[in-house]
T-cell receptor
Framework: AQKITQTQPGMFVQEKEAVTLDCTYDTSDPSYGLFWYKQPSSGEMIFLIYQGSYDQQNATEGRYSLNFQKARKSANLVISASQLGDSAMYFC???????????????FGKGTKLSVIP | DVKVTQSSRYLVKRTGEKVFLECVQDMDHENMFWYRQDPGLGLRLIYFSYDVKMKEKGDIPEGYSVSREKKERFSLILESASTNQTSMYLCASIRTGTYNEQFFGPGTRLTVL
């Protein structure tokens, strides 16, 4: 079973509108972290936001917020007031305490390509 | 700012060649990673290293090896490149004890002809 599922291969959003990118995860580990990264066409992975499994409040970073619903195992990224520069691939990822790589390994979803329309 | 650099943005090699991909980070991070990214598959971990001369296999190590002789440098080696290793390769690093971000390099797009 996939550990990270991103069901939207591609999304379109009008400039200045809000958009939600979906991410569901699967883990039995009580301690884990969820990440969102942005990858523009240049290829660099840009860290956007992080949510720890024990964090009580949803993470926010500027126009980015993470809608964390622990019982549903979902960690959707919300981008408010979309800008043309938001057009990119977006990846959801998870770190589990009991993963390999000394608990630092990230497992990535397949990504969502977001296109912002002027 | 943390900086992770990779030796080449684009690389073209021939089948059977030995290929070295270099990654350097300047923030004294103990942990370094090599991922491979393919369309529709996301990023997959090839190898990681948690200290100098230490390495562990990730999810897809076949056909690759790594070297970490110095803390700041982590090399990915394709002993005999094959066309199915044409991909985007991303290096990342993180400090031991921090869990909220991995820092990525700009990526190397490798084409094997």
């Amino acid at each position: 079973a996939q550990k990270i599922t991103q069901t939207q291969p591609g999304m379109f959003v009008q400039e200045k509108e809000a958009v939600t990118l979906d991410c569901t995860y699967d883990t039995s580990d009580p301690s884990y972290g969820l990440f969102w990264y942005k990858q523009p066409s240049s290829g660099e992975m840009i860290f956007l936001i992080y949510q720890g499994s024990y964090d009580q409040q949803n993470a926010t970073e500027g126009r980015y917020s993470l809608n964390f619903q622990k019982a549903r195992k979902s960690a959707n990224l919300v981008i408010s007031a979309s800008q043309l520069g938001d057009s990119a691939m977006y990846f959801c990822a998870m770190r589990e305490q009991d993963s390999g790589a000394g608990s630092y390994q990230l497992t990535f979803g397949k990504g969502t390509k977001l296109s912002v329309i002027p | 700012d943390v900086k992770v650099t990779q030796s080449s943005r684009y690389l073209v090699k021939r089948t059977g060649e030995k290929v070295f991909l270099e990654c350097v980070q300047d923030m004294d991070h103990e942990n370094m990673f090599w991922y491979r990214q393919d369309p529709g598959l996301g990023l997959r971990l090839i190898y990681f290293s948690y200290d100098v001369k230490m390495k562990e296999k990730g999810d897809i190590p076949e056909g690759y090896s790594v070297s970490r002789e110095k803390k700041e440098r982590f090399s990915l080696i394709l002993e005999s490149a094959s066309t199915n290793q044409t991909s985007m390769y991303l290096c990342a690093s993180i400090r031991t004890g921090t869990y909220n971000e991995q820092f990525f390099g700009p990526g190397t797009r490798l084409t094997v002809l």
